[in-house]
């Protein structure tokens, strides 16, 4: 504790985010990154972006990127809000639309910035409990206080709720914002931005990080009700006017213009995906229905805990949440066919060790 | 107004950024860009980072720019703080030293996002007013409530403050932080940093965008003592775990190692500054003896609107200030020589036809 640090400071609850490590023969599986690079056009448009005005500001709405998602989501420009990665958009969502005195909701498992931000801002906060499936009770989020914070899917459950399910959220707190936050629904059934028009009070916030594979380049992005995004670019435009750089500008707006290489890599991951489930639950491992570009699960004998501390040793990394609702769970993200492959192998002889050893005891 | 903002939203002004015109014919000597491009070193390291690892996050800390740092300014690494530029660790100290029930102070005329800060977090402000000829009143700055931030070089006047005496402002606000913007420092005699380790209430920001020419990647750090920076960690690390990308990390990295560039772009800055500032007294302007990378000129008989409406009809950008203490200036960023050369001759053509209308009329 400093004696400078504002009462702000003092309340704070950093968010940890998973391991970086830097060593290239690890195989990260923890934090949902994509195997495959971005699409090659990307490093094209960055490396001629490069060449040329590294020395000039960019534009402070990031207009280029503006296009590309009005054209492919078919949204009007004033209903769309750019920022670096979904987490800064998150983090002007609570200072834009929730009140200190207003306490807001979202499900107790879900990804664990909401409750940062929530003690960041001085915002109340209530988490509501998931059913014993893991799966959200919508009623639950109905006429909430202050706000609603949905992930869509859920991480770490890998859970969806359909979009019938969430508009049913969405009308039932017409005094409220609900975010949806979809920064795994590339890889689900259906996106929520379709609301939107309907809805003056729903906030979609994506990310490029996951199935656009630029984790590296920090970009998201918000539609919304043109209100709403107006109310994000005031708070934007009143703590850092330009928070996404040219080359970031530059390499999301060729990332959603390659359409094919974006499909096949989605497809790709979905296919491994489907295979890696029953591979899982052969091996003894519950496994959630998941519609991300990860996995939650929980093996029948073996704790969660020395499963990930094994993998790590054996140069794989996975995620475990030290919480008690979800600590016999393991978050592991889908790689590439070969990453799981290796995976698989080295889970294979980790659980077997763990056997021998118990039967040695 | 839109019914979902919040009292945060509904109390902000946000601040208003230099025009970026697109055009690439117009010469932007509004926004204090560096007229010379980054060092060539940049774009390398770009290009080879780009190459393996756009899909993974970066790291959370920018280490490797944290190490170019600490090796340059022969700090230690927890002495130092990475940001998305420097606004953004302004708006992280605002939150972080800052309280809603303390007035911290600031000069009346300086950047003006500062007020924009304050209003966003509800800080209480005084504007301390200049001296007559624009220079800071050191002693109205001690003993201040709640904090101080001080812009030195000061923007937009130029005028520079002695470290001597940025020392006595240090020194007699011990329970205050003092946060020292020295966006463009590289262009006068001294910096503050070397007061760091001798003042655990010191803060200095810094930026890449001015001196290393990079406002395009979106760089800035801050220089403190150790518990300042972990303050301004929990904040951002309550916000936005990732706010400096790949690319920005490689490339800035690779500004501070090509030190040859930077000392010889700093001097031509410098050299074209002081070749311009007899070429605009002869042309009857008035000229604040600057120490940055622009200069604050007023005209003696032609207002400095009328001045800054023409030369942008014939393509030159440059900052008026709609703002009573300032109305007659205007804010001229020093490009390059052939730059500036070409701006004399616009400027000149610019104030004979004023006169002649003048004559006409």
Chains 1, 2 share one sequence.
Not at 9 to 16: A, D, E, L, S
Not at 61 to 84: M, P, W
Request: proline share 6%; charged share 25%.
């Amino acid at each position: 504790m400093n004696k400078f640090w504002s009462e702000t400071v003092k309340r704070t609850k950093p968010y940890v985010p998973g391991e970086q490590l830097n060593d290239p023969n690890i195989i990260k599986l923890n934090t949902n990154e994509n195997p495959y690079g971005p699409s090659p056009q990307v490093s094209e448009a960055i490396h001629s972006e490069m060449k040329r005005t590294l020395h000039l500001y960019p534009a402070p709405d990031a207009d280029e990127l503006c296009n590309e998602i009005s054209r492919y989501y078919h949204v009007s420009k004033d209903t769309i809000f750019i920022g670096n990665g979904s987490d800064e958009i998150l983090a002007f969502s609570f200072m834009a639309f929730f009140e200190p005195h207003n306490q807001i909701c979202f499900p107790a498992i879900t990804y664990s910035f909401y409750p940062v931000y929530a003690k960041l801002f001085n915002i109340p906060y209530d988490e509501i409990a998931l059913n014993r499936d893991f799966t959200i009770p919508a009623e639950d989020f109905f006429g909430a206080e202050g706000g609603v914070v949905i992930a869509n899917p859920n991480s770490p459950t890998g859970l969806y709720l359909d979009v019938a399910v969430i508009e049913d959220i969405v009308m039932n707190n017409p005094e409220n914002v609900v975010i949806i936050d979809e920064a795994y629904i590339d890889f689900a059934p259906d996106s929520a931005v379709s609301l939107v028009t309907k809805y003056p009070n729903l906030l979609v916030v994506r990310t490029m990080s996951k199935s656009r594979s630029l984790a590296g380049l920090r970009v998201g992005f918000a539609i919304g009700d043109p209100g709403l995004i107006e109310g994000l670019k005031r708070i934007k435009d009143s703590f850092n006017s330009y928070t996404v750089d040219r080359l970031a500008i530059a390499g999301s707006s060729a990332a959603i213009r390659d359409e094919d290489y974006f499909q096949e890599t989605i497809q790709k991951i979905i296919n491994t995906r489907e295979r890696l489930i029953p591979e899982m639950k052969k091996r003894g491992f519950h496994v959630l229905p998941s519609q991300a570009n990860f996995i939650f699960v929980s093996h029948y004998k073996i704790s969660a805990e020395s499963l990930y501390q094994r993998l790590k040793q054996q140069g794989i990394l996975v995620r475990h949440f030290d919480k008690p609702d979800i600590e016999h769970y393991l978050r592991i993200t889908v790689g590439s066919d070969e990453q799981m492959k290796h995976f698989l192998e080295v889970l294979d002889n980790v659980i077997l060790h763990i056997k021998e050893s118990a039967v040695k005891n």
